[in-house]
């Protein structure tokens, strides 16, 4: 546990300088809030979406991330590094959780923690202050106790797992899942159902509450609302066959270490069959024109490239899913059913239910993923055809060096969009600066005085308005009463992307692409500075 902790810092603090990108300024606004307003987390006004809005109109998370994000900014300040180093808190949480549970599962539990932290999904949600990390850190918990509370008829466990349940779903809706979930796992184990259940009303109470709370408070309970706001938006068909590719992409691309492992974990026939599926899967993608919302390049040597990449990854979903159902198949019991629904469900809920497939929806999986990996291993062992646990070393190490890569584009990414709001805001100091574009630019834009365009304000002449290109809720603005003046072009000093809509990377929404990263391709970002010559509103 002592080296897996301190390889989890180390592999986390060289990005704690990360500037805030994504969502993060929606965690961090929240956060301000509560500081001055501690009873009412999102009564306030931000504009996300071309106006101001009510911060409870416009977020579809719960508050408990933001009300950590203010303790921790109490102590540390806000600040980058402060509120990151905080949030390697929740990362370690994950990581031994792993460690425990891996240990009640399996046997391997140092690889099977190691596996969990050193995947892209991992490493990457773990250098921001979303409420990702933080949620499968009471997941992972809430599962551990509830595990052990059944298998050892412990009502201190069990208590423990339902007060987890309800600190996990308001941190993350999804943590509701954990209900079913664990009703399941205890129906399988004891065969009938039994007093474990009467400790499920805590986190159907809570939660109760907290749907009636924010029905007084907001006019809409916040819980069905994120619900319905998912099942509302617009967008390809959810049960196209570009969704279920694209859903197993982000699996395959989350956990990209399992393709390493296959190497350890399967014998020569079952490679075999891997690379007929991976042919099959690249001819399949070829004779698409697009996937999801991303059009497939003309240009063959592109399109190849493009195409290489997501079949490897969906390779790597089904791997997953195949890898659970095999656990299931050999295994018969509570704990492997339990392990197939975790994924399973995971998969079905960020493909098909959520507004968009992401990978921060993916890392929930990643732990029982992890263990699926060492509960294969010893499946080999019993059978003779492995004698230890070294041969996973290198697929390890292998994962962690496309994870750190990975990280390492979401960071230059983050840090580049901190830059160009200082030197645009800088250039421009001599007007009012508007802009669009959202996400952490948002963030440092307004940080240096700058203003989000709003519909329903006004403009002047002798104004400027600067749009980034590689990023959101954009709109072309009007040639009758702006002038373009000038396109600065910024290259990316990286050799992968995690938002970039020319390679498909979509980390944050399959809205950009098909895949969680990519390699980046050899486009620089622009930022485009408008002067306004005509008043308008």
Known sequence: MLIVSVITVLSLLPFSNKAFYADDPLFVWAGKHIQTEPMNPYNFKVNWYGTDMMMSDVTKNPPIACYYIAGAAAIMGWNEPGLHIAFMLPALLVVGGTFLLARHLCKGSMAAALVTLLSPVFLVSATTVMCDVLMVAAWIFAIYFWIRGVDENSHLYLLSSALLMPICALTKYFGMALVPLLIVYAVTARRSAGWWLVYLIIPVAVLYWYQVTTQAAYGRGLLMDAASYAQAVPGSNRWSLSKVITGFSFTGGCALGIIFFGFALLDRWKMVYAALGLLVLVIVLWLMNTVGLLRLPDD??????????????????????????????????????????????????????????????????????????????????????????????????????????????????????????????????????????????????????????????????????????????????????????????????????????????????????????????????????????????
């Open 300 to 537: 063959s040597s592109m399109r190849f490239e493009t195409v290489f990449q997501i079949a490897l990854m969906t390779l790597a979903g089904l791997g997953i899913i195949v890898l659970a159902v095999y656990d299931v198949w050999r295994h018969r019991n509570a704990a492997s059913l339990l392990l197939l629904l975790w994924v399973l469900g995971t998969y079905v809920f960020a493909t098909f239910v959520n507004w968009s497939v992401n990978a921060r929806s993916m890392l929930p999986m990643m732990p029982a993923v992890a263990i699926l990996v060492l509960r294969r291993t010893e499946a080999l062992r019993s059978d003779g055809r492995a004698r230890s646990l070294n041969h996973l070393l290198i697929p390890i190490i292998l994962s962690a060096a496309v994870a750190f890569l990975v990280t390492r584009a979401d960071f230059v990414q983050a840090q580049r969009d901190r830059q160009e709001a200082a030197q645009l805001c800088s250039s421009n100091s001599g007007h009012t600066v508007w802009f669009q574009g959202h996400w952490g630019f948002q963030y440092y834009m307004e940080a240096y005085g700058a203003k989000p365009i709003d519909k329903r304000k006004p403009v002047a002449v002798g104004d400027v308005m600067i749009i980034p290109l590689n990023n959101t809720n954009l709109a072309q603005p009007s040639p009758e009463w702006t002038h373009l003046r000038d396109v600065q072009k910024v290259e990316v000093e990286s050799t992968m992307a995690t938002m970039q809509k020319s390679s498909g990377a979509a980390f944050y929404t399959d809205v950009w692409g098909p895949m969680p990263f990519a390699l980046r391709t050899a486009i620089p970002d622009e930022f485009a500075v408008f002067d306004i010559y005509y008043g308008v509103k």
